[in-house]
């Protein structure tokens, strides 16, 4: 899934971009390396977040020499790590190189290497390989990462590790060979079990469930979500993704209600930068709503940049809504490249029955009697036996309850019964209780996610402490709003 970021206009740069780019990207590595040493002593996994927060900002501004460079001053030169990621970065000219050894010489390098400074120092290449387009580069450093990753067993590098193993599986997608790390990845989250690393088990299910639903492994996918730890949602991206690939699961399983509402919430759950994941969201679930009988609203289709992206189930939707069964094959072969490469084009194929269901009851309304084969002339059937077909789909609509009307087999007739009053039934009751089962659970999810700080009530807070809680608070609450969409 990729990902739509929009770009704040860049200040004019000199002629040199080296000299004036460079430095100050080097040093603000240098910061985050200092950021993660203090936060692997002192035990904060909210400040190696943050320095990997500050590196995704960092991503494309990041060049061969700076990279380098920064390897230099975090790691031993000549230890095997050093000389492992060294390999994988390009050389550039010599006046790069010097610039940047000028600047990292104004700090001392450190004397040992962190277990967390090497896993950064694996992740920051990786990074680099991919936005540059070596992906074969990136294959070896991430399996390389993975493996000196084998050997950790520390809280600070949870976050670190999760990371890693994202990139990990996005380097082999990109090179088509995503089967091959199947089994290390459910051995990698075997061991994150094990080792009760929760962000690493979220992390890993939802590559694994990509990794099945990649190659239309459905009933192996809905195994292995159904056998693994419940998912506890300590990352909201991650707790985003894997609604959205519950709901692609509940959808081939017939299971469209139970779709509808996880896709539904994977949209509204992700950030509003992730573009491209909402637009996938919400392509699965108007299919969805099709297959359930129901007519998505227009406002789901004008939403701000998606308007283009979902054109052709707009277009889709207006034949399913007036019942037309030309109309839908036209659409469904004028975009049948578009609906093969969302994955949704077994899905259109089972709406073709919606259609004609939709068609049939416009005419039970429009006529109180109608001979079958008008009835098989309005719905445009291409059999050879349109009356007998004709028949048969009435039938079944008269015993699923879609219509409300008889058939007359002797004269060829279907007679339509008179319109009752809506009110008189229970689904104004069905509706009611539907949205107050949405609030009600939206607000138990609201609950469950507060989180307060331990023992607080039992001790009493001093004025400072106060203070440092509240200046976090509002540290956290500035990343969550500008939340890191790198993933999506």
């Known amino acids: 899934m990729t990902q739509d970021v929009e770009m704040k206009e860049q200040q004019p740069t000199p002629s040199n971009p080296v000299s004036s780019t460079s430095p100050s990207v080097l040093q603000q590595l240098k910061d985050i390396a200092a950021l993660i040493e203090v936060g692997a002593y002192a035990r904060e996994v909210r400040r190696i977040v943050r320095a990997i927060r500050w590196t995704i900002q960092l991503r494309k501004n990041l060049t061969a020499s700076v990279v380098s460079a920064f390897l230099n001053f975090v790691l031993l030169p000549g230890s095997e790590v050093h000389t492992r990621l060294s390999s994988y970065v390009p050389k550039e000219d010599e006046h790069d190189m010097v610039i940047d050894t000028a600047t990292s010489g104004t700090q001392t390098p450190a004397k040992h290497s962190l277990p967390e400074l090497e896993i950064y120092s694996y992740l920051l290449v990786l990074i680099f390989l991919i936005d540059q387009k070596r992906y074969d580069e990136a294959k070896a450093c991430s399996s390389a990462g993975i493996a000196r990753l084998k050997n950790l067993n520390r809280r600070t590098v949870d976050v670190l590790a999760s990371r890693l193993y ?13 089967a091959e790390i199947r089994g290390n990845l459910l051995a990698l989250h075997r061991t994150s079990t094990m080792r009760h690393d929760e962000l690493g088990q979220e992390t890993l299910l939802n590559l694994l469930l990509r990794n099945y639903l990649h190659y239309n492994l459905y009933d192996m996918a809905e195994k292995l979500r159904s056998k693994a730890p419940r998912f506890e949602a300590h990352s909201n991206q991650q707790f985003s993704r894997y609604l959205f690939y519950l709901g692609k699961i509940r959808t081939i399983q017939l299971e469209y209600t139970d779709a509808k509402e996880s896709l539904l919430q994977a949209a509204r759950k992700a950030p509003i930068s992730a573009l491209g994941f909402r637009v996938q969201c919400n392509k699965w679930a108007v299919i969805v709503r099709l297959l359930l009988g129901e ?8 939403q701000k940049g998606m308007e283009k992206a979902l054109r052709p189930y707009f277009e889709l939707t207006n034949a399913v809504r007036i019942g037309d069964l030309e109309l839908f094959k036209s659409v469904a072969e004028k975009f049948a490249s578009t609906f093969s490469s969302d994955g949704t084009s077994n899905l259109i194929v089972r709406l073709r029955h919606n259609v004609i269901r939709t068609g049939l ?3 039970s309304i429009s006529y109180s009697r109608i001979s079958l084969v008008d009835v098989a002339k309005k719905l445009r059937l291409d059999s050879p036996n349109p009356v007998a077909d004709a028949e048969s789909i009435v039938s079944k609509a008269i015993r699923d309850g879609a219509i409300d009307a008889t058939l007359d087999r002797a004269n060829g007739w279907m007679v339509s019964k008179e319109t009752g009053d809506i009110y008189s039934t229970n689904e104004p009751q069905i509706a009611f209780n539907s949205r107050i089962a949405f609030c009600l659970n939206m607000h138990n999810e609201a609950v469950r996610a507060l989180r307060f700080p331990p023992n607080s009530h039992k001790e009493k807070e001093s004025a400072e402490k106060r203070r440092e809680r509240q200046q976090q608070e509002q540290e956290l609450a500035k990343h969550i709003a500008e939340e890191d969409d790198d993933e999506f």
């Open 166 to 178: 994202f990139y990990y599986s996005l380097s082999y997608e990109l090179t088509g060979a995503l």
């Open 295 to 302: 007519i998505p609203e227009r406002t789901v289709f004008m």
């Open 361 to 363: 009851r416009n005419i």
